[in-house]
């Protein structure tokens, strides 16, 4: 990473096109909670979602402002993805728009510093003065984006999806190739360092480890002796991954679990615009759907669940909903795939790809239930990981300049 030393006295731009608010999904969270916390540590933080500018001061968020704007659909987004063999997420966020706010904002403003939500925001500000734009630039990276695509190239069955995601992979290459000496990359896992190091092993970043909103109360004991355990898994509804998971938990690990429980387990699966594909497969299964929940009526459904399922055939990143299920007291039950995030497991969750091991883990909660002592020690594992701390760690990192560099 290139350019003078971080300013703690300016405040810091953040760039994050998809924010749409209320924030529901883990990348819409994780910057509208980071910016929020950042500002404890700046002057000030001016934050520019999908359609409006928030500022936050000392922790708090202090005001909104409209614009106008609004992210590109999935369908032409894809369109002109394969036209340009541009970059998905470049095509449906970064609108002209947003490139107009972003401008708006440098030139009003001397900021710091530049936080930019995926790699692919950076080209809001391409061509802009470059005396305007911080020489502090920083990417929360959210996940391992290669294998992300990847990951979706080989599961899609559309021709057209797997060449977008194809064109979004080797976006990311090219960009590697020209444009991130001056950038300092913000991963939230080891996992997602080592997977961008495999391909570019001397790119400069630190790795910043997300947090949790942490409830003051979480759930109450579950009795021994319960008749019904229920599962719930939340997730934004309208992305391929979080449907693949549920196609997955319904051919994989729900067959075995319903053939030993029967009726004595109920699912539930929650979150925001669902598709009809998800509709569909709730409907098949008898599982019961809730779209678009409040906060509060979702935070009253997870804390009525034995377990959260995070049932997925392929992830990157750390997930978020892991660790609010743990915030709430809740234990969780998961594939493989989230073994990044595997010092968090303490029983009664369990990671395992054995659809045998989750029956057997059910039952025995069912049989044994969850003492007040059980929910404590989960919900003090999430306890240690708050956004607070993360914004602290960023901050560290930046003026001790502590970033890892692989030979």
């Known amino acids: 990473m290139t350019g003078s030393s971080f300013d703690q006295t300016a405040p810091c ?18 910057l509208d909670r980071m910016a929020r916390c950042l500002s404890a540590h700046l002057p000030f933080v001016d934050l520019i979602a999908e359609d409006v500018v928030v500022t936050f001061r000392d ?11 609004r ?5 032409m987004a894809a369109i002109r993805t394969l036209l340009f063999r541009s970059h998905f997420y470049q095509e449906k966020f970064v609108t002209r728009a947003f490139k107009r706010q972003a401008d708006r904002m440098l030139t009003s403003q001397r900021y710091g510093s530049i936080l930019y939500s995926y790699l692919t925001t950076t080209t ?6 470059s005396t305007r734009i911080p020489t502090t630039r920083l990417v929360w990276t959210h996940n391992d984006e290669f294998k992300w695509f990847r990951d979706l190239a080989q599961s899609t069955s559309s021709s ?23 950038l300092l990359l913000l991963h939230v ?6 997977g961008f190091g495999a391909h570019y092993p001397r790119h400069a970043h630190a790795v910043i480890p997300i947090g949790v909103d942490f409830p003051e109360a979480g759930a109450p004991p579950l009795p021994p002796n319960t008749e019904r355990a229920t599962l719930t898994f939340v997730g934004s509804l309208g992305v391929r991954m979080n449907f693949d998971a549920l196609i997955h938990f319904a051919r994989r690990l729900y067959p075995e679990i319903k053939r030993v429980l029967s009726s004595a387990v ?18 098949t299964e008898g599982w019961k759907l809730h779209a678009d929940l409040g906060d509060e009526d ?6 009525a669940s034995a377990f959260t399922v995070l049932p997925f055939d392929y992830a990157t990143g750390a997930k978020l909903k892991l660790l609010k299920s743990l915030a709430h007291g809740i234990p969780f039950l998961a594939t493989e795939k989230v073994s990044a995030q595997e010092s968090l497991c303490i029983p009664p969750s369990l990671i395992s790809d054995d659809p045998g091991e989750w029956a057997e883990r059910i039952s025995a909660c069912l049989r044994d239930g969850i003492r007040q002592s059980d929910r404590d020690r989960l919900r003090a594992i999430a306890g240690e990981h708050s956004w607070e701390a993360s914004a602290r760690i960023l901050v560290d990192a930046l003026m001790q300049r502590s970033v890892e560099v692989r030979p």
């Open 13 to 30: 731009l953040v760039l994050a096109p998809h924010l749409r608010y209320p924030a529901r999904n883990g990348s819409d969270i994780s």
């Open 160 to 182: 057209l999806g797997r060449r977008v995601a194809q064109y979004s992979e080797s976006w990311l290459h090219d960009f590697f190739r020209s444009r991130t000496d001056d």
């Open 59 to 69: 922790g708090s968020e202090t005001s909104r402002a409209p614009y106008d704007n």
């Open 298 to 303: 979702l935070s009253a459904l997870v804390e």
């Open 71 to 75: 992210m590109r659909g999935k369908r």
């Open 189 to 194: 896992t080891e996992t997602d360092a080592e």
């Open 124 to 129: 809001a500000t391409e061509g802009l003065d």
């Open 266 to 283: 109920e699912v539930h699966v929650a979150g925001s615009t669902p598709t009809t594909a998800v509709q569909s497969l709730c409907h």
